[in-house]
T-cell receptor
């Protein structure tokens, strides 16, 4: 089936450790995005990429890093520098250009213990 | 980053009632999207709007792209319990892969 796959669904991390969240898509989309969602709040953009080997910071990039070595994959690393990493993380992808629609993965809930 | 102003923040309605929610912005958007999110899941696209004044339906859902291009509306008719969730609007300003801006969501509760 075509779509976006995020893994794992639930992730626990000890404070001070880095952790990488996976996002893979087989929709042949050029653009991919990472959002963070806190309880009762909307989506805030962390990083996005419109083409392989290129990415831009979103509104809350501090404490996060990404790579885009393959079109299908856009992993997000939550570093120990992120002061409040516990959240629901959503990955999305879309075509580039006008009139595009973004499609989301199922999300990864990260809990720092 | 800019957020869209989405209202209301929450709604509590009886099954069978109609629902209306909207998003406004001080900036012009070229695309408006409406999503629904259920607990613990990613948002699912409901309706996409591409032209000012456009009115599009998807079953009991109807959305409109405001004529000023600064707002959009979503209506749900004859609500049912499975309509429960958070509804998000999203706008895209540019024409070349520009990022989406999201509203803060409307939490809908439907009482049977």
């Amino acid at each position: 089936d075509g779509g976006i796959t995020q893994s794992p669904k639930y992730l626990f991390r000890k404070e001070g450790q880095n952790v990488t969240l996976s996002c893979e898509q087989n929709l042949n989309h050029d653009a991919m995005y990472w959002y963070r969602q806190d309880p009762g709040q909307g989506l805030r953009l962390i990083y996005y990429s419109q083409i392989v080997n290129d990415f831009q910071k979103g509104d809350i990039a501090e404490g996060y890093s990404v790579s885009r070595e393959k079109k299908e994959s856009f992993p997000l690393t939550v570093t120990s520098a992120q002061k409040n990493p516990t959240a629901f993380y959503l990955c999305a992808s879309s075509r580039t250009g006008a009139n595009t629609e973004a499609f989301f993965g199922q999300g990864t809930r990260l809990t720092v213990v | 980053g800019q957020q869209l102003n989405q209202s209301p923040q929450s709604m509590f309605i009886q099954e069978g009632e109609d629902v209306s929610m909207n998003c406004t912005s001080s900036s012009i958007f070229n695309t408006w999207l409406w999503y629904k999110q259920e607990p613990g899941e990613g948002p699912v696209l409901l309706i996409a709007l591409y032209k000012a004044g456009e009115l599009t339906s998807n079953g009991r859902l109807t959305a409109q792209f405001g004529i000023t291009r600064k707002d959009s509306f979503l209506n749900i008719s004859a609500s049912i319990p499975s309509d429960v969730g958070i509804y998000f609007c999203a706008g895209q300003r540019g024409t070349s892969g520009s990022r989406l801006t999201f509203g803060e969501g409307t939490q809908l509760t439907v009482n049977p």
